[in-house]
């Protein structure tokens, strides 16, 4: 075993026939500016910015209003101060238990908000807690959960990855297992008759999951409206994708499902690829759409993954002092027009004073009782007379 460990693996050739995706957060363009400010602008995405596999790309072309891309920038600050507190929280020892930061990767959550409609669904797995806030959720019940309170979104009691709203089917701490789970939402939407989607996300490290491939195959057979993401921020857990998969162009996975692969560090670019799939899903009634959002997490795949054994500190400084997508919408609204950097930074400081305020109301708040321990197992009406303890004598009664 030893020698076979110390086996040196042939180094794979390069994957042939694409250009690799654009990621730099600040390549669309200004195309035209109208004298009305109420009316939209008109920018064009860059080409490179989308990669298609059996279908169309999207219209390089978009209008986005002022008031658009000024709540995008908020949500992205808010999202990543959340973010970074939850950091300082587990650092200070708050916060138990794993906890998965989504600091770099604002631009798919905040894009895929804003390009999908109320009623659709979204299923996630560890990075789940900026999905949770804007799919109906607050801050101060993430902050609450992972600090184990009873103002927490679950009621202290799920933690990280445990965070539901009505729209929001959770984080998922199996790896790849909301996958099914996102595919049976989209069958009920069809089955119902809904003209509604469900997005259902997962990780580069989940891709090779044979659930996932499984569900492809379902969602395919039944022409389901399912959306399925993979955010490929370049590293499941500790192994890069170079050398986890085979076939690193996971829009093209699918096999007879359609592909698009995405700039997932420029906002416009993703929420315009969201709509495209949205109305390819729900509108074309195409069946499911395949999105990879090519993306970077900043830190480690956990709190207690340093993030730099398996990759330099030269690279992560790099993608955030060229690639980090708040700094490119930023770019976007200063150099359009649109607001000046002291009106960004007066937004940046009530996203902070936003932030400080739940993290001050979900230390506050009190632990779970002993009898919230009994509640929340069965869905409300469902409940048996009695439930057993961890001792045959310990028995609840409702």
Known sequence: MASLARTRLPRRL?????????????????KHTPSDPSQP??????????????????????????????????????????????????????????????IGQEAVSVGLENGIEKNDRVITAYRCHPFAVMRGGTITGVLGELLGRQVGMSHGKGGSMHIFTPTFFGGNGIVGAQVPVGTGISFAQKYLGEKHCTFTLY???????????????????????????????????????????SNTQYFTRG??????????????????????????????????????????????????DPGTTYRTREEVQRMRSTQDPIRGLQRYIEEWGIATEQELKALDKAAKAEVDAAVEEAKASPEPLDKDLWTDIYYKGTEPPFMRGREREEVHHY
Not at 14 to 30: E, K, N, V, Y
Not at 205 to 214: R, Y
């Open 14 to 30: 390069p994957q042939l026939g694409l250009r690799s995706i654009q990621t730099s957060a600040d390549t669309t363009s200004l």
């Open 41 to 102: 602008l008109t920018v064009k995405i860059h080409e490179e910015s989308f990669h298609s596999y059996n279908c169309d790309k999207p219209d390089l072309e978009v209008q986005v209003t002022r008031d658009e891309l000024l709540k995008m920038y908020r949500q992205m600050q808010t999202m990543r101060r959340m973010e970074m507190a939850a950091d300082a929280l587990y650092k200070a020892k708050l916060v138990r238990g794993f906890c998965h930061l989504a």
């Open 255 to 304: 096999d007879k499902i359609p592909g698009l692969q995405v700039n997932g560090m420029d906002i416009i670019a993703t929420k315009q690829a969201v709509q495209f799939a949205r109305q390819w899903a729900v509108e074309k009634e195409n069946g499911p759409l395949l999105l990879e959002f090519v993306t970077y997490r900043y830190g480690g795949h956990s709190m207690s």
């Open 203 to 245: 990780g580069d490290g989940a891709s090779n999951q044979g659930q996932v491939f499984e569900s492809f195959n379902m969602a395919k057979l039944w022409n389901l409206p399912t959306v399925f993401v993979c955010e490929n921020n370049k590293y499941g857990m500790g192994t890069s994708a170079e050398r986890s998969s």
